[in-house]
């Protein structure tokens, strides 16, 4: 069985940092394209940014230039630094990875259940 778990919320002040992590487990074959997302109160899930195995990134406009996501390969890991945070950063922030699993060979879409980023003085 394959889990992504998110740590690293909280609350934060206006200019501040915050990192997020996400740990991959379980029987996986391997990982390919792992991102984050966001959910806002009222709003619809929008993707943050994403990364590929490679290590090609794309991030939303909204975030360019304050936050950064990278990976660790090996230890299944996709991690979300976010400086300058606003008012406006606050959401659930949702681990999402594409793997592929020994049980399946067929890559699927995975999500964690969230980790609340609140930014507020």
């Known amino acids: 069985q394959v889990q992504l778990v998110e740590s690293g919320g909280g609350l934060v002040q206006p200019g501040g940092s915050l990192s997020l992590s996400c740990a991959a487990s379980g029987s996986i074959f391997t990982i390919g394209a792992m991102g984050w997302y966001r959910q806002a109160p009222g709003n619809q899930r929008e993707l943050v940014a994403d990364?590929?195995?490679?290590?090609?990134?794309n991030y939303a406009d909204s975030v360019k230039g304050r936050f950064t996501i990278s990976r660790d390969n090996d230890k299944k890991m996709v991690y979300l630094q976010m400086n300058s945070l606003n008012p406006e950063d606050t959401a659930v922030y949702y681990c999402n990875a594409n793997i592929v699993s020994y049980d399946s060979y067929t890559g699927m879409d995975y999500w964690g259940k969230g980790t609340l980023v609140t930014v507020s003085s």
């Open positions: 990364i590929t195995y490679a290590g090609r990134t």
